[in-house]
């Protein structure tokens, strides 16, 4: 059974959330937030965008086969893909991750600033 971790603001919107990646990919609280930063516990990386690793193969440098069976969701694989300004300039950075990988996703829904 699906299982994410949630945490709420003041006003009840969803600021924080932590479950294995295939939970957080599908869980519609998360896709209905304004986005938030991705991370690996224990690990400092920020990552900005998970996508399924068959969709993420084009941004890695890998040809997509239109024609390929997709595997089973829960046997499906993800991509972390951040980026960043650095001493040198822009970079991006991704990494792959089972379905399982627990991920927190921080910063959803952030407040509105006042006008």
Known sequence: MAR???????????SWARGRARD??????????KGGILRIPG?????RVMLPRHCAGSIIGERFDLNAELPPFKEWRFVLLGYG???????????EISGDAIV???GLNPA???A
């Open 104 to 106: 927190e996703v921080d």
């Open 24 to 33: 957080i990919y599908k869980d519609l609280a998360i896709c209905d937030s």
């Open 85 to 95: 300004e650095g001493a040198e300039g822009d970079f991006e950075v991704s990494r």
């Open 4 to 14: 994410v971790e949630k945490r709420y603001d003041e006003k009840g919107k969803l």
């Open 112 to 114: 509105e600033e006042a």
């Open 43 to 47: 690990e400092p990386r920020p990552y």
